[in-house]
Structure formats: structure tokens, C-alpha cells
């Protein structure tokens, strides 16, 4: 019977956070099996993410030319790479219809700091070493970059990830972009190399950011040192209406995507979540937070 409940709660699933390929980093699967795989689980949308280049280009061409039964996604990511922070490459993504900017992953300062000893996010090759980025000067105010970007979020309506900054960095990027009109916020796996405690989720979730908790902590690698209780902590720290879980998925090594889902799902019911609560934390939450209702409704209106 579990089974069966985990299966019936995947349908209309959303993935904001799918690592497939190509990618300088190992992957276990393309983007087009992801589809395949999400399309064969009733997912409703999945999110492509790549450190290292935008997948909107990609994206808009699968929608042209194998057309998916599910949304595809896409979204900004201000490395090294795109050219750290990068107003023309943000421009160029919501042109092309990016709905997520985040700010930088594995070139924030703070994931460098973390890679000291242990190289997070390997490529299959040596690459050249990251130039170290932060969104804040020595002084602690927000870069004029970082506001004019803001801006343009704002202006697109569009999703701000916190990447992987600190949460000290986290804080006045926020409390920013709020005054500056943007209204969709998230902070990725935010109990994994951002630094928020309880506490920390708990007023971000006050001031309305969703938190993504990531399936390949609990089902992939990591998992011996995610236990079922950390789960718990971290849901209820910032609540289910707060709470999204995405994959994080499409690493060599780990389950796909779907799998991680499924994983987690299993644990959410064991823990003693109703499928109403587990359907806003890997749906519906997704959703509001990325406006896909409110898409998909201006598209049948224009048609």
C-alpha cells in the first residue's frame, strides 16, 4: 500500500532542482531521460540546473522539437562560468524565459571556504580554480551589480536563490530584494553548506522565503548522515507551507531524480505526514513559488 501511495503522490510532482547533462560534471542521465523518466512518474514540471551554464537555450529547444508533456524550467546561474554577477546574462535568460537567478554556487566565496578540504560539485576534468564571489563589499553592503540584478528579478517576476552564500550574506540579499520588489525567494538545501540553523529557517520562512530541501541529502551518498529525525527537524523549523523538497539529483553515484523522490516521499509518510502536507511540500508549494499556474494561465489566455 505504501508503494502505491508513493506513486499516486508523484503525480504532479515538481523538481525545481534537476542535475542532469550535459554538464562538465558527471551525470548520470541527459536532460531529455530526465524528461522521459519525470513524464513516466506523472511529474508536472522539472527545473533544469547546471552550475556552470543556463539551460534555457536547451530547454527551448526540447520544448520545439520533442515537445514534453511536462513544463521544463530553467534558470540563471551567476558563476565564474555565465560571468559571475552578470546583469547581461541575466537579461539574456528571462529573455529566453528563465524564472530562477541564482546567485553564485560553486564560485561563492562560502562554497570555496567549504571545498577547503573536500572538493564539493567535482568535474570530470580539472577545470581552472573559481574566482571566489560574494554578493557583499568589506563592508558588508550589497554590491551596486547585485542591486541592479535585483532589479531585474523584480522586474521579471522571477524566483532569487540564494545559491550557495552564507546565511550571513543571505540576510541583507533578502531584506533588499524585498524592498526592491521581489516577492519570490528560496533558499537551496539550506541545512548543507549555507549555514542556517532552525532558528534561521524559521525567520526566513517568516519573511516568506520557501526553503528546498534536497533529496540526494537523505537518498544519495550523504544520506548515512541525514537521518529521518533531521528531515523532521528541518520541515518543521520553517513549516510545510514554507517547505519544498527537490531532487538535487542526476549525480553519477546517486538515484535519478524520480528514485530520490520517491525516497523521501517514503520518509515524509513514515514520519506521519498527510498526503495533503506532502503534496504542497513536492507540488504546490513548487508552484506558487514559481508562478506556474499564473504562467500557464497568461499562455491559454494569449492563445
Same mark, same amino acid.
Given at each position: ?18 542535475? @542532469? ?19 513516466? &512518474? ?30 521544463? *524550467?530553467?534558470?540563471? +546561474? ?8 552578470? +546583469? ?18 560553486? @564560485? !561563492? ?11 564539493? *560539485? ?21 554590491? %551596486? ?12 517576476? &522571477? ?25 519570490? *525567494? ?9 549555514? !542556517? ?16 530541501? @534536497?533529496?540526494?541529502?537523505? !537518498? ?20 510545510? %507551507? ?44 513548487? @508552484? ?12 491559454? !489566455? &494569449?492563445?
Amino acid at each position: 500500500m505504501t508503494d502505491n501511495r508513493i506513486e499516486a503522490l508523484l503525480v504532479g510532482a515538481i523538481d525545481l532542482h534537476c542535475h @542532469s547533462g550535459p554538464s562538465v560534471m558527471p551525470r548520470s542521465l541527459n536532460h531529455v531521460e530526465a524528461i522521459e523518466q519525470a513524464e513516466a &512518474a506523472g511529474l508536472r514540471a522539472v527545473l533544469f540546473k547546471d552550475h556552470y551554464y543556463s539551460v534555457a537555450p536547451v530547454a527551448a529547444l526540447l520544448k520545439e522539437t520533442i515537445n514534453p508533456k511536462i513544463e521544463l *524550467l530553467t534558470g540563471v +546561474p551567476l558563476n565564474n562560468t555565465t560571468g559571475g554577477l552578470n +546583469p547581461y546574462a541575466v537579461e539574456h535568460g528571462f529573455k529566453l524565459g528563465a524564472r530562477i537567478v541564482w546567485m553564485p554556487t560553486f @564560485s !561563492a566565496a562560502n562554497h570555496i571556504r567549504h571545498s577547503h578540504r573536500r572538493q564539493f *560539485l567535482p568535474t570530470k576534468e580539472t577545470m581552472l580554480a573559481p574566482r571566489a564571489l560574494t554578493v557583499v563589499d568589506d563592508r558588508g553592503a550589497l554590491l %551596486d551589480d547585485v542591486l541592479f540584478i535585483l532589479d531585474q528579478i523584480a522586474a521579471y517576476d &522571477a524566483i532569487l536563490s540564494a545559491g550557495h552564500l552564507h546565511i550571513s550574506e543571505i540576510w541583507p540579499l533578502f531584506t533588499e530584494a524585498k524592498k526592491r520588489g521581489v516577492k519570490r *525567494l528560496l533558499v537551496n538545501h539550506p541545512t548543507f553548506l549555507i549555514g !542556517a540553523g532552525a532558528p534561521d529557517m524559521r525567520e526566513l520562512a517568516n519573511m516568506g522565503a520557501y526553503l528546498e530541501h @534536497s533529496c540526494c541529502m537523505w !537518498a544519495g551518498v550523504q544520506g548515512k548522515n541525514y537521518t529521518a529525525q533531521s528531515l523532521d527537524d528541518a520541515i518543521k523549523a520553517g513549516g510545510v %507551507d514554507n517547505t519544498i523538497i527537490g531532487s538535487d539529483l542526476g549525480q553519477v553515484g546517486n538515484p535519478t531524480p524520480v528514485e530520490g523522490f520517491r525516497h523521501v516521499i517514503g520518509m515524509c509518510i513514515e514520519l506521519g505526514y498527510s498526503d495533503a502536507e506532502i503534496r504542497k511540500m513536492i507540488s504546490e508549494n513548487a @508552484s506558487r513559488l514559481v508562478g506556474l499556474d499564473e504562467v500557464q494561465g497568461l499562455s491559454s !489566455a &494569449a492563445e
